[in-house]
Every structure is written in C-alpha cells, then in structure tokens.
C-alpha cells in the first residue's frame, strides 16, 4: 500500500506531507482547491509526462517521493531485474519501496534512493499503483490500451506469452534481415564471380612471364629501327669482308700474313710476326661471321614487329584495368579472384540462415496461436464481468462486448481488440459516441474486473464519478469499496457516498496562495461529507444524514 506521500513546490503545494491508510481512501474539497495535485504527483513518481509549468512559481524545482509497504507477493515480481531492489527480502514481511521524482533544470527519477533512467521507474511504478483519471479515460478509446487490459485480464502467464511472442517478432525480423543480407551478398558474390571469370580468361589467354613487359619492348625498339641497323651493319661488313671487287680486311690481313709467312723463310724473326697476323685474321674472320648472323636476324618484318606491339599493348591494358604496376603484381590479384569469386561459404551461411528464420517464424505462429487462444478466452470473461459490473453501476440493460477481429499477424498478435458497448441493441465502439457518464462507469467497471484478476497494490481513480449522480452513486461507492477489499484505493470524488464509505478521509482546502491536505477525524468527516451534501434542507439535517451514510459506510465496510 501507499503510505506516505511527500510534496515540494509542485503547483499549488509548497510542502505537504500526506499520509494514507489500507482499504478505501478518499480526497474531496471544494472545486479549485487542489486536489489532482495528489494525482499529478503520483504521476511524477509514476514515471508519468510531465509539464515544466507544474513547478511551482518562484521554485526552481518540484519534488515528489512516495513510500510504499509492498508484502512478498509483490516483490518477488518487482524486485526482478531492478538493481535499486536487489537488496530487499523477497521472502518474509514487508518492504519498504520509496519513488522519487525531481523536475527541474536538471530532472531525475530514483528507486530507493538510487537514481534510476525514468523509463526504469515507469516500469516499475505501473505494477505498483494504478492510476485512472479523464486523461486514463481517454486513452480507453484507444486499440492499444483495449489490447493492454485485456492481455492484463488474462492474467501474468499470458502477459509472459505476449512478451515472447514481442520477443519472437523481433527475432523474425533480425532473421528476415540477416538472410536478405545473405541474398544481397550471394548476388554480389555472382557478379565477382562473373568479372573473375572475364579476368582469369583473360590473363590465362596471355600468360605473360613476369619480366615481359620489359623485353617486349626492347623487341620492339629492335625491330622498329631494324632497317636501319640493317644498313649500318652491311656497310661494317663490308669493311671487314669485302667484296667482289675489294677483299676488305678480312681478304688484306689473310694475304699480308700469307706474305710475311713467305719472307719468314728467309727472315726468322718475322715468323711470329706472321703467327699473330694469322690469329688476327681468323678472329676477323670470326667477327664477320658475327655481324652477318646479327644482320640475318634484324631482316624487317612488320607482321613480327605489330604482334609484339599487339601483345604488349594487350598486357598494358589488363594492367590498367585492374590498376598494378607489373605482371607479378597482377598475377597475385587474379589468384586472389579466383578464390573470392568462391560462393559456397555464402550458400552454406545462406541455407543456416533460411532454417533459422523458418524456425523462428514457426516458433511465433505457435506463440501467436497461444496469444489468441488467450485473448479469446479473456475476452468471454471480461465481457461477462464488465456486463455484470455495469449493471450494478446503474447500466442495467446495458452490454459490454470485447471484438476480436482477425488480422495479419504483427508485433501486437494476429487479431485486434476493440471494447464496444451495447446500451441500445446497437454495439458501439468506445472511441464513438459513448458519453462521459457512460465511459467512467465502464473504465470503473474494467477496473473493478481488473482488481480480481490481476491486481496491483494500488488503484488511484481521478473523479471516476464524473457525471454521476443519484441511485447509481451508491453503486458506484459500493464498486470502489469492493476494490478496495483487494486493493488499496484512493479516490478524488464529489460524491458523498464515496466519502461515506472510505476508511480514510483527506480534505484538499486552500491556505492563502497554496494547497493544505487534511486527515479528517470523525466529527470533521460529517461536517464535510454535510457540505459534499449541500445544504437545500439546512445544514443540521445534512450533518444528520452525514451520520446516517457513515453508520451504512461502516456496516458497508
């Protein structure tokens, strides 16, 4: 239960200390004095929105810090995955669990004194308290909230099979991601394989060697100036071998040295003389042989010097287009295509991916088809206990229908929920034309169903009699009542019924510029509930039916 609530320079409240009691607690006073204050603090250390200007004028922050005295049952669902509870006993007694709120300049949130990301506290602050006012009504029209109380009717195992089936979505789609990633790469991976292909066939037609770059083009340079080298060695060769009408060189030494041979007869010492001219001759000889060899193999051919220039030309290119400097360097890349261009690697992580996902698809059908089933068989006893709850909050006649509609399934199931309620043989959606009397009864009446299934230690209803007045008033104060036997309420109200029937009693009055919160004793609690009355037969006979609704409140209780 709630037991203290702590207020600084939030609106109207420059300081309160209010304290609340188990059972029924109800805040009445006259209209403008304050009392959502208490609402919008709870929505603070809720976790809740909150609006800059809700801090007071002239303070530079607003603060809230609300106790709660949780028994086990509560804790052990809290206290999971919640550092700042890591410490309280689960097991034996009751806990004491503080929300605190700071607005300001610089806002923060904190779980027992731990400052906590507000996320965090609104998590947690949703299984503590339950808050229900004209913003909670309005969000009743919505699908949404239609979807979340119905799944919260069909109690915490189903609410568990709603989070895996969130979980399983999210799952298939990191799946669905992942094999389409797959696919982008397969087909990537084809279209290398297809330039590797055009690459390899390329560079295998030439196997060049990886020095012929270089002598292609000295073959080239060789064979483009060949006839000039061509002339310039004839004209050597001439020199040296001579010809039909001059013996060159070759023909003079061989004579000179036959000569010297003759005179050596007569003349020793000129036969070495003759011996070397000899040696002379035979390497001239050598020499000629040589330079005609050299001039046979320069003959000019422009069919051999244009396919050495095709070829290098066709080397270069490949070169270019696979941007290296040299044929080793290229050889290199083409080896490493030919092994990229592989794709079974990414066929076999393709197939593992398709298995997984079909896996994973399977394993959310299946914890969709539960998600229904629950929701079907929720939704056959909401409708019922709505009905009956209606009828005893004065909507007698009137039916409440849960409409599931089958859709293709999402993150949210594969059918939607939609509340309609039926008043006049016609079934209309709660988002159309449900008037505000009607939807406050059936928002009490949702949460009266809510309290038996799937309670929360505390249920704060904001004027939930808004529009209500008469016979349906006391139904209304009996409903609040009955929540209250299984969970601590508090009500903001201008029905002296309710307040008849509450175990504890605040009055919200204004004290100058600001809001007093007071805990009303017996006496105190006729003179307001007198005033709650009005006053059309005087005020003695309103005090004394004041007496008479407390003395039923307390047989009530």
């Given at each position: 239960?709630?037991?203290?609530?702590?207020?600084?320079?939030?609106?109207?409240?420059?300081?309160?200390?209010?304290?609340?009691?188990?059972?029924?607690?109800?805040?009445?006073?006259?209209?403008?004095?304050?009392?959502?204050?208490?609402?919008?603090?709870?929505?603070?250390?809720?976790?809740?929105?909150?609006?800059?200007?809700?801090?007071?004028?002239?303070?530079?922050?607003?603060?809230?810090?609300?106790?709660?005295?949780?028994?086990?049952?509560?804790?052990?669902?809290?206290?999971?995955?919640?550092?700042?509870?890591?410490?309280?006993?689960?097991?034996?007694?009751?806990?004491?669990?503080?929300?605190?709120?700071?607005?300001?300049?610089?806002?923060?949130?904190?779980?027992?004194?731990?400052?906590?990301?507000?996320?965090?506290?609104?998590?947690?602050?949703?299984?503590?308290?339950?808050?229900?006012?004209?913003?909670?009504?309005?969000?009743?029209?919505?699908?949404?909230?239609?979807?979340?109380?119905?799944?919260?009717?069909?109690?915490?195992?189903?609410?568990?099979?709603?989070?895996?089936?969130?979980?399983?979505?999210?799952?298939?789609?990191?799946?669905?991601?992942?094999?389409?990633?797959?696919?982008?790469?397969?087909?990537?991976?084809?279209?290398?394989?297809?330039?590797?292909?055009?690459?390899?066939?390329?560079?295998?037609?030439?196997?060049?060697?990886d020095d012929e770059m270089e002598s292609l083009s000295q073959r080239i340079a060789l064979l483009s100036d060949a006839e000039?080298?061509?002339?310039?060695?004839?004209?050597?060769?001439?020199?040296?071998?001579?010809?039909?009408?001059?013996?060159?060189?070759?023909?003079?030494?061989?004579?000179?040295?036959r000569d010297l041979g003759r005179l050596a007869d007569s003349h020793p010492a000129l036969a070495s003389v003759a011996q070397?001219?000899?040696?002379?001759?035979?390497?001239?000889?050598?020499?000629?042989?040589?330079?005609?060899?050299?001039?046979?193999?320069?003959?000019?051919?422009?069919?051999?010097?244009?396919?050495?220039?095709?070829?290098?030309?066709?080397?270069?290119?490949?070169?270019?287009?696979?941007?290296?400097?040299?044929?080793?360097?290229?050889?290199?890349?083409?080896?490493?295509?030919?092994?990229?261009?592989?794709?079974?690697?990414?066929?076999?992580?393709?197939?593992?991916?398709?298995?997984?996902?079909?896996?994973?698809?399977?394993?959310?059908?299946?914890?969709?088809?539960?998600?229904?089933?629950?929701?079907?068989?929720?939704?056959?006893?909401?409708?019922?206990?709505?009905?009956?709850?209606?009828?005893?909050?004065?909507?007698?006649?009137?039916?409440?229908?849960?409409?599931?509609?089958?859709?293709?399934?999402?993150?949210?199931?594969?059918?939607?929920?939609?509340?309609?309620?039926?008043?006049?043989?016609?079934?209309?959606?709660?988002?159309?034309?449900?008037?505000?009397?009607?939807?406050?009864?059936?928002?009490?009446?949702?949460?009266?169903?809510?309290?038996?299934?799937?309670?929360?230690?505390?249920?704060?209803?904001?004027?939930?009699?808004?529009?209500?007045?008469?016979?349906t008033a006391h139904d209304v104060a009996a409903a609040l009542a009955a929540v209250s036997r299984t969970a601590q309420v508090?009500?903001?109200?201008?029905?002296?019924?309710?307040?008849?029937?509450?175990?504890?009693?605040?009055?919200?009055?204004?004290?100058?510029?600001?809001?007093?919160?007071?805990?009303?004793?017996?006496?105190?609690?006729?003179?307001?509930?007198?005033?709650?009355?009005?006053?059309?037969?005087?005020?003695?006979?309103?005090?004394?039916?004041?007496?008479?609704?407390?003395?039923?409140?307390?047989?009530?209780?």
């Amino acid at each position: 239960m709630l037991t203290d609530l702590v207020v600084r320079g939030l609106g109207t409240v420059s300081d309160a200390h209010v304290r609340f009691a188990p059972g029924l607690n109800v805040i009445t006073g006259e209209t403008g004095a304050g009392k959502t204050m208490l609402l919008r603090a709870l929505t603070l250390v809720l976790g809740g929105k909150a609006e800059p200007n809700w801090v007071a004028r002239g303070q530079s922050e607003a603060v809230a810090d609300a106790m709660l005295a949780l028994e086990p049952k509560f804790l052990s669902v809290l206290a999971a995955g919640v550092d700042a509870l890591s410490d309280i006993d689960t097991e034996t007694g009751e806990s004491v669990i503080t929300l605190g709120r700071v607005l300001g300049t610089r806002s923060r949130a904190s779980v027992n004194g731990r400052m906590v990301p507000a996320a965090i506290q609104a998590a947690l602050g949703e299984r503590l308290i339950a808050v229900h006012g004209q913003h909670e009504q309005r969000l009743l029209a919505r699908a949404a909230t239609q979807r979340d109380l119905l799944d919260r009717f069909a109690g915490p195992d189903h609410c568990a099979l709603v989070a895996r089936a969130d979980e399983l979505f999210d799952a298939v789609r990191r799946a669905e991601a992942e094999v389409g990633a797959l696919h982008d790469q397969l087909r990537a991976a084809g279209a290398l394989a297809l330039a590797a292909r055009d690459a390899c066939e390329a560079f295998d037609s030439l196997n060049p060697a990886d020095d012929e770059m270089e002598s292609l083009s000295q073959r080239i340079a060789l064979l483009s100036d060949a006839e000039n080298v061509v002339g310039a060695l004839a004209g050597s060769l001439s020199l040296i071998a001579g010809d039909d009408h001059d013996p060159g060189a070759q023909g003079r030494i061989h004579a000179a040295a036959r000569d010297l041979g003759r005179l050596a007869d007569s003349h020793p010492a000129l036969a070495s003389v003759a011996q070397r001219l000899t040696s002379i001759g035979f390497d001239v000889d050598d020499i000629a042989a040589e330079v005609t060899a050299v001039a046979g193999s320069l003959q000019s051919d422009p069919a051999v010097l244009q396919e050495a220039q095709h070829r290098r030309s066709a080397i270069g290119a490949l070169l270019r287009l696979h941007g290296k400097a040299d044929v080793q360097e290229l050889r290199v890349h083409v080896e490493h295509l030919r092994r990229s261009a592989d794709s079974h690697q990414i066929e076999r992580a393709l197939a593992e991916g398709v298995r997984l996902l079909d896996e994973r698809r399977a394993a959310w059908a299946g914890c969709l088809v539960e998600v229904s089933a629950g929701r079907a068989t929720a939704a056959h006893t909401l409708q019922a206990e709505v009905t009956g709850n209606l009828s005893r909050l004065g909507l007698a006649g009137a039916r409440f229908i849960v409409h599931l509609q089958a859709v293709d399934p999402s993150r949210y199931g594969a059918e939607t929920v939609e509340f309609q309620l039926d008043t006049a043989g016609v079934a209309v959606p709660l988002a159309d034309g449900v008037s505000g009397g009607e939807m406050s009864r059936v928002a009490l009446a949702i949460e009266c169903a809510l309290a038996g299934a799937n309670p929360v230690p505390v249920m704060a209803f904001d004027e939930v009699d808004a529009g209500i007045g008469g016979a349906t008033a006391h139904d209304v104060a009996a409903a609040l009542a009955a929540v209250s036997r299984t969970a601590q309420v508090i009500v903001v109200t201008h029905l002296p019924q309710v307040a008849a029937l509450a175990q504890h009693h605040i009055r919200v009055s204004r004290d100058g510029d600001g809001t007093k919160f007071t805990a009303l004793d017996e006496s105190a609690r006729i003179d307001e509930i007198a005033r709650m009355l009005g006053h059309g037969q005087g005020m003695d006979a309103a005090r004394e039916l004041a007496v008479q609704m407390l003395a039923r409140g307390r047989r009530i209780a």
